[in-house]
């Protein structure tokens, strides 16, 4: 079985895709910037370590951790959701420190190791934008662009990279939001998504699938018909949304 390293694991989707990969029998590398990983790790028969995705140094430590990694998954990530002239700049530039560098970072670092498959939890917001959630989306998009032209890059090289992008998922992340027009996720449905992808390698994986076909119809239609979709599908997190489920879990990203 592969060696996998998981980051952002100490909860929420990282811990579910630890679980799932660990009940398929794969070794594990776990990381993230709560010690209690290190805890689950131990749990799962793993190894764990502390891991800030926004450090060269601390990825390094961590990664000196195991022999070598076979697959990466870059799951850590960050979201304030608000009015977009409400958003505290440093909130804005943590996003993306976490959300679009830190995936960068995990993505150049775990390649030039020998690194054959990345998997990044990305999100829908790599192709819609909800409102509330304009920097949150602006890292995803972010995010998308960047690993289709390094994808490019390394067409022929044996490296594949993928991404699997769920709509909203009942997580501490996500505490407070609205899904809008589809189910609410849970952790173990990105958790599935990602195993299978890890076995079968593909570039793009929606979550649910159906989801595929509203990305590409928003694509398409007219600015009026994509309008009305929006409108019905893509959750409006400053008319649905609870700041006040949000304020702790925002409180201690902003640090």
């Known amino acids: 079985m592969s060696t996998i390293a998981i980051t952002g694991a100490a909860r929420g989707i990282g811990e579910a895709i630890a679980r799932e990969l660990a009940s398929r029998g794969h070794r594990l590398l776990l990381g993230d910037l709560d010690p209690s ?6 749990t799962l028969g793993s190894v764990g370590g502390v891991l800030d995705v926004t450090s060269d140094t601390s990825y390094d430590a961590w990664w000196a951790l195991v022999d070598h990694v076979d697959v990466l998954v870059n799951n850590a990530g960050v979201m304030w959701v608000g009015r977009y002239d409400e958003e505290p700049e440093a909130t804005a530039r943590a996003q993306f420190d976490v959300n679009f560098h830190g995936v960068v ?5 775990a390649v030039a190791r020998g690194t054959k498959t990345v998997v990044t939890v990305a999100s829908a917001a790599s192709y819609v934008a909800p409102a509330g959630e304009a920097t949150y989306a602006a890292t995803k998009h972010a995010v998308h662009g ?9 067409r022929g090289s044996g ?4 991404l699997v992008m769920p709509t909203v998922v009942e997580t501490e992340l996500a505490a407070g939001t609205s899904a809008g027009g589809v189910p609410l ?7 599935r998504a990602v195993a299978d992808v890890i076995a079968r390698p593909r570039f793009e994986t929606f979550v649910p699938a159906r989801v595929s076909v509203l990305a590409r119809l928003l694509a398409v239609l007219p600015q009026r018909g994509r309008d009305l979709a929006y409108r019905r599908l893509v959750p409006d997190q400053l008319r649905s949304g609870d700041a006040q489920r949000r304020a702790e879990y925002e409180a201690r990203f902003r640090g």
Do not use: F, H, N, Y
């Open 159 to 162: 490296v594949q990279l993928c």
């Open 105 to 109: 970072r995990g993505t150049r670092l």
């Open 37 to 42: 990983v290190v805890d689950l790790a131990g």
């Open 185 to 191: 996720l849970q952790p173990i449905d990105v958790a």
């Open 146 to 154: 960047w690993m289709k032209a390094v994808r490019q890059e390394l």
